[in-house]
């Protein structure tokens, strides 16, 4: 069973460093394009973001003349690039790692790398599965909202958005953040407690914010998410591009909701943050920390963007297009590998030959082939 998993180590390895390379060189490209573009739109900049997560899992091969880094990698993958990437190459083809002590390749030392990051992503693999596990069974023992000012208040916001799927809304006592759970058929739960407190204003900012992630189909995006997370858990940037994924997320979900005109700036911040309170006192763990909340230190520039929130024209098909050529010019990281030098080919020149047997007149029509070598 070892043996048949150490034969992939090598590959593995492969894949995940040059992943990783790759997804930090278009990291830098996104700084960049924020850095001269400030007001760079909000789902243009989620997009990028997105396709930095996306490059982690696409193959490594993954490469085309036109694309824009190639020519970056071209060089940074040569001779002329970086002495450390070009022996990185070398431990690509060998199918070893190179040590940098002495120049010695040692297939066990990386077989041992290979190892621990499978141990750990086996780990939290499971651990993730637990974490699902729990919210089903947490779903299991929740009762169906059936009160009709929130089931009318349900469906308003579906039709608003143009929801085709059904949608249901659940409540349950023990928990104290609101959460969207599936893709398919979303389920949106909302604790108890907030459905007792009878704040029309505070369940519908809820379920507001909550359909909106239900339009992007967000549940979904975040189980690819997760799952490259558990894959690249020693990556930094992944951690830093799922944080930076997460506010964007939360403040499109924001702008969703405000430019519909149904809920006041002012009423869904209080919202937010009345949310924030019941989080608080309840006894959800921080991993179960809901969408409408995200990380609790990004509160602060939620509530001053929705508080400084300006109706505007949107074009988010316009901006999807964007994105799709930001993809095809810049996701095809890969360097083209450079072919293998041919041998050398003789000069060949032409002469005619006075000893040969053909009439004069071929002669003139016909020269002869003479291989010479340079000096």
């Known amino acids: 069973m070892i043996n048949e998993l150490l034969q992939y180590s090598n590959p593995v390895l492969e894949f995940l460093t040059l992943n990783s390379i790759y997804a930090l060189l278009l990291a830098g490209i996104v700084l960049l394009i924020k850095i001269f573009y400030r007001g760079l739109p909000k789902r243009i900049e989620y997009g990028m973001w997105c396709l930095v997560l996306i490059r982690l899992v696409l193959p490594v091969e993954l490469s085309f003349e036109y694309a824009v880094p190639a020519f970056a990698t071209n060089w940074l993958f040569t001779d002329q690039g970086p002495q450390t990437v070009s022996e ?17 390749t040692s297939v066990s030392v990386m077989q041992g790398v290979y ?3 499978l141990a750990v992503v086996a780990i939290v693999f499971f651990s993730y599965l637990l974490l699902r596990i729990k919210l089903l069974r947490m779903i299991n023992r929740s009762h169906p909202i059936v009160e009709y000012p929130i089931v009318a208040c349900a469906n308003r916001w579906r039709l608003n958005f143009w929801i085709k799927r059904p949608v249901h809304v659940i409540a349950l006592d023990k928990y104290m953040s609101p959460f969207t759970f599936f893709f398919k058929t979303p389920i949106i739960f909302i604790p108890k407690k907030i459905i007792e407190s009878n704040n029309e204003v ?15 189909r967000d549940s979904l995006w975040l189980i690819l998410q997760n799952l490259i ?10 951690w830093l591009v799922v944080r930076k994924l997460s506010a964007l997320r939360e403040n499109l979900c924001d702008e969703m909701v405000l430019s519909s005109n149904k809920v006041k700036p002012a009423q869904y911040g209080e919202s937010l943050l009345q949310v924030l309170r019941f989080n608080i006192s309840g006894d959800m763990p921080t991993v179960l920390s809901n969408a409408f ?27 999807l297009c964007w994105v799709c050529v930001f993809a095809i010019f810049f996701l095809p990281f890969a360097h083209q590998a450079s072919s293998q030098s041919s041998p050398q080919t003789p000069n060949i020149i032409w002469k005619k030959d006075s000893n040969s047997p053909f009439p004069k007149y071929i002669e003139e029509q016909i020269q002869l082939p003479v291989i010479v070598e340079d000096d």
């Open 115 to 117: 190892l621990v990051w």
């Open 229 to 238: 997370q558990i894959g690249y858990f020693f990556n930094p940037l992944v």
């Open 293 to 319: 909340l995200g990380y609790k230190n990004q509160i602060q520039k939620r509530v001053s963007a929705i508080g400084n929130f300006e109706f505007g024209q949107s074009h988010p098909r316009i901006e």
């Open 88 to 104: 990185f190459l070398n431990w690509k083809s060998s199918g070893a790692a190179y040590l940098a002590n002495g120049g010695v």
């Open 202 to 216: 505070l369940i519908e900012s809820i379920i507001a914010h909550e359909m909106a992630h239900v339009k992007r």
